[in-house]
């Protein structure tokens, strides 16, 4: 079993940034063959990683601190008057949490979001292989939440169990429902299911003040942010 001290690391060759145009990037990832249990992912993502399929990694640039991971309190959480608002637009959604594994209706929505909703991003077209890559090749810890209106499956959010509290991994949803934010609304129904779970932290993974697409992370306050000196608090400016 691996440890945090004898877990191996590897930096990337500078590379094209996923979220600053005409930005380079440089990334760490933590040993791919390593055992990687829930202990060792917890204290991670406590440091700023981050998990995609079955990689952890964090930014590790040399020129560049623009990604700062952040996370929600949530027992110090209150929705503000937008938030309340998207509540009540999704009071009749109902959630299901199901073991992660490839669905079929998960990838058809998800494909569809992709398509319509992404096409300018990196994972524009959707594919199968890019998908189960991303999402289905993952620890025992993850959930997959699906989110239902009138029995017709709208969303899906992927979320990692931590011992401290849940890591927001994805959300993907049907376009046609856009607007019940429904981006806004699986946040919100993670932090609540912290809250039940009495843990901790909602982790966000990385805010980009320039990155519109990220944007959405200011709004949920408070927000702590990792820093040198540890995690802080740090204003959100939430509008309501």
Same mark, same amino acid.
């Given at each position: 079993?691996?440890?945090?001290n004898?877990?191996?690391? &590897?930096?990337?060759?500078?590379?094209?940034?996923?979220?600053?145009?005409?930005?380079?990037?440089?990334?760490?990832?933590?040993?791919?063959?390593?055992? #990687?249990?829930?202990?060792?992912?917890?204290?991670?993502?406590?440091?700023?990683?981050?998990r995609?399929?079955?990689?952890?990694?964090?930014?590790?640039?040399?020129?560049?601190?623009?990604?700062?991971?952040?996370?929600?309190?949530?027992?110090?959480?209150?929705?503000?008057?937008?938030?309340?608002?998207?509540?009540?637009?999704?009071?009749? #959604?109902?959630?299901?949490?199901?073991?992660?594994?490839?669905?079929?209706?998960?990838?058809?929505?998800?494909?569809? &979001? #992709?398509?319509?909703?992404?096409?300018?991003?990196?994972?524009?077209?959707?594919?199968?292989?890019?998908?189960h890559?991303?999402?289905?090749?993952?620890?025992?810890?993850?959930?997959?939440?699906?989110?239902?209106?009138?029995?017709?499956? #709208?969303?899906?959010?992927?979320?990692?169990?931590?011992?401290?509290?849940?890591?927001?991994?994805?959300?993907? &949803?049907?376009?046609?429902?856009?607007?019940?934010?429904?981006?806004?609304?699986?946040?919100?129904?993670?932090?609540?299911e912290?809250?039940?779970?009495?843990?901790?932290?909602l982790?966000?993974?990385?805010?980009?003040?320039?990155?519109?697409?990220?944007?959405?992370?200011?709004?949920?306050?408070?927000l702590?942010?990792?820093?040198?000196?540890?995690?802080?608090?740090?204003?959100?400016?939430?509008?309501?």
């Amino acid at each position: 079993m691996s440890n945090l001290n004898t877990l191996k690391f &590897y930096a990337t060759p500078e590379h094209p940034c996923s979220y600053l145009e005409g930005e380079l990037a440089t990334t760490l990832f933590a040993d791919p063959g390593a055992d #990687i249990d829930q202990n060792i992912y917890t204290q991670l993502t406590m440091l700023g990683f981050r998990r995609s399929g079955v990689h952890y990694y964090k930014p590790y640039c040399s020129h560049c601190s623009a990604c700062i991971p952040v996370r929600v309190p949530v027992e110090q959480f209150t929705p503000n008057r937008s938030q309340r608002r998207t509540l009540a637009k999704c009071k009749d #959604i109902k959630s299901k949490i199901r073991p992660a594994g490839f669905y079929a209706a998960h990838y058809s929505l998800y494909e569809k &979001y #992709i398509n319509q909703q992404h096409t300018d991003g990196d994972m524009y077209p959707a594919s199968q292989s890019q998908y189960h890559s991303f999402l289905v090749e993952c620890p025992p810890s993850t959930l997959f939440v699906e989110f239902t209106l009138n029995q017709n499956l #709208i969303a899906v959010a992927v979320v990692d169990e931590l011992l401290n509290g849940l890591s927001a991994v994805y959300t993907f &949803y049907d376009p046609e429902y856009k607007h019940l934010n429904l981006g806004t609304f699986a946040v919100l129904w993670q932090i609540e299911e912290v809250r039940r779970r009495e843990l901790n932290y909602l982790f966000l993974g990385y805010w980009i003040d320039a990155c519109r697409k990220m944007s959405y992370k200011k709004h949920f306050s408070p927000l702590e942010q990792l820093c040198e000196s540890g995690w802080e608090r740090i204003p959100t400016h939430a509008s309501d």
